[in-house]
Nanobody
Framework: QVQLVESGGGLVQAGGSLRLSCAASRRSISTFIMGWFRQSPGKEREFVAGIARSVSYYADSVKGRFTISRDNDKSTTYLQMNALKPEDTALYYC?????????????????WGQGTQVTVSS
């Protein structure tokens, strides 16, 4: 079992930045694929970014603005979000997958956090 706890959400003006953190309860997550997803009111949850070892991949909507990274020693995954837009407003979830193949699909991810709210004002 792996517990994931997100933090770092908040209210920010358009154009601003936030860094989300995802702390895992288990120390040996270096082989896990870690991902960030988000869900806005009335919309389905969508993939944002993922990282498999050192290879990262992004949704087109955030490419060039968001950066995912990980610190395996701290069992923590980060999402640096720059140039935020009002449409980035959502509940952001961290997820972990034991799959060997990077994926943007929710069902591949085995463990989920409770989410952290990001609100971007215009």
């Amino acid at each position: 079992q792996v517990q994931l706890v997100e933090s770092g959400g908040g209210l920010v003006q358009a154009g601003g930045s936030l860094r989300l953190s995802c702390a895992a309860s288990r120390r040996s997550i270096s082989t896990f694929i870690m991902g960030w997803f988000r869900q806005s009111p009335g919309k389905e949850r969508e993939f944002v970014a993922g990282i498999a070892r050192s290879v990262s991949y992004y949704a087109d909507s955030v490419k060039g603005r968001f950066t995912i990274s990980r610190d395996n020693d701290k069992s923590t995954t980060y999402l640096q979000m720059n140039a935020l837009k009002p449409e980035d407003t959502a509940l952001y979830y961290c997820a972990a997958s034991t799959s060997l193949t990077p994926s943007t699909r929710e069902r591949v991810y085995d463990y989920w956090g409770q989410g952290t709210q990001v609100t971007v004002s215009s």
